[in-house]
Structures are given as structure tokens and as C-alpha cells.
């Protein structure tokens, strides 16, 4: 089990910019002396080539980003009423257990997926929101093994993730499940910053998906 004094975190060094390469360059001379006949046949060689046409750099237009929570709503309308009702529930709880987290949202291939994370990075996701045709579930995504569950409510077999069933969005006050996700949070790498505001964020959608209702 790590320390607490394992889990502090160190302060945040910039890297140090690379230092530029100030050596004089220096030239090769021609193997043959000016004006010899190796010098030339290549002149002469050189100048029946076509020039080419210097390349004019296209500047990429700037892509208008849709509503993050239209989006949301609109992965959310591809399931069956009552799974995006149940969804939309658990995730107004989640928001409102983690009023400082960033949402990261995946519309997966086979699920849509909302991680919350203390930070923009998904690696420092704690929980996330899983749903899928049939189910909507809450994953535990750091070191869940090591949770302490004496309810047997994990379900899993990973080295790194949990999961257990939403029967609704009361259950995520449930004190068992509750006391799972405090665990977690004390477990958690990076704590969650109390001024920082909650974001939204749509980080992938999956061109090809599984279909969102039975």
C-alpha cells in the first residue's frame, strides 16, 4: 500500500529549452577547381533541369467546435428513453459529488463513456460513467483491486479497474458505494482542485459504433 508521503506531489518543472545549435556550418569545397571541365559539365548538366516551384504553406482554417454538452445530449438521445434517463440521472449526481471534476467524454464503439478526472489528463480519471444498451455502470479506474469491499460490489477482473451495476441514480448514495468511492478518492494520484469549475470536454467519438439501443 503506498504512503501518504508516496502520494504528494512534486512540484511541476517546465523543461529547460534546447539549447540551439550556434556552430558555424561550414561549407565543402568543389572537388574540381572553377572553370575546369568537371565544373563545366555540371553547370552545363545543372542547367537543363526544370526549377522547381517553391511550395506556398496552406494555413489550416480554424474548425467551429459544437456545443460540448449538445454533443453530450445528442450521444445520449441514441439510446432508449429509459437508459438515457437513468444516464442522464446518474450523471447529474456524479456532478454533483464532483462539482470540480473535468467530465471526459468518449462516444465509443461499443459505449459511451464519461470519465471523471481531477484534471484534463484521462490517466488521472478516477470514476467514469459507463453506459450501454442494456446498463449503466460505475467504474472505478485507479488501483480498484486494492479497494477495501466487503459487499463484494465490484465486479471485474482487471489489474486496474472495477466496475459495479447502477440499478438507478439513488444508488450512487448508497453509504456502500459511497464509502467505495471515498477510498478511492483518498487513493487517488492527483486530488481534485475545490476552485477549480467543472468542465466539459468531448475527447473522441468513434466513427463506427455498435448500435446504441436492442
Not at 85 to 93: G, K, N, P, Y
Not at 98 to 125: C, H, K, M, Q, W
Request: proline fraction near 11%; glycine fraction near 6%; aromatic fraction near 6%.
Amino acid at each position: 500500500m503506498r504512503t501518504a508521503a508516496a502520494r504528494k506531489l512534486r512540484p511541476w518543472k517546465f523543461p529547460s529549452a534546447a539549447k540551439p545549435n550556434l556552430a558555424p556550418s561550414v561549407k565543402r569545397k568543389p572537388s574540381s577547381p572553377p572553370g575546369s571541365k568537371a565544373t563545366r559539365r555540371g553547370s552545363a548538366g545543372n542547367s537543363k533541369r526544370p526549377r522547381r516551384r517553391p511550395v506556398r504553406a496552406v494555413k489550416a482554417q480554424p474548425v467551429a467546435s459544437a456545443d460540448p454538452d449538445e454533443q453530450l445530449a445528442g450521444f445520449l438521445a441514441k439510446f432508449a428513453p429509459d437508459v438515457a434517463s437513468h444516464a442522464r440521472a446518474a450523471l447529474e449526481r456524479m456532478q454533483t459529488l464532483l462539482p470540480n471534476a473535468f467530465r471526459l467524454v468518449y462516444d465509443n464503439y461499443r459505449g459511451l463513456v464519461i470519465g471523471f478526472s481531477p484534471t484534463e489528463r484521462p490517466s488521472d480519471a478516477l470514476f467514469s460513467i459507463a453506459i450501454y444498451p442494456g446498463r449503466v455502470n460505475l467504474c472505478f479506474l485507479q488501483d480498484a483491486p486494492a479497494l477495501k469491499d466487503p459487499y463484494k460490489l465490484l465486479l471485474g477482473s482487471g489489474n486496474v479497474a472495477r466496475h459495479l451495476v447502477l440499478e438507478n441514480a439513488d444508488a450512487l448514495e448508497e453509504p456502500r458505494v459511497k464509502a467505495l468511492m471515498g477510498q478511492a478518492l483518498q487513493r487517488g494520484r492527483v486530488p481534485f482542485d475545490t476552485s477549480l469549475p467543472s468542465k466539459l470536454i468531448i475527447r473522441s467519438i468513434s466513427a463506427k459504433q455498435l448500435p446504441r439501443r436492442p
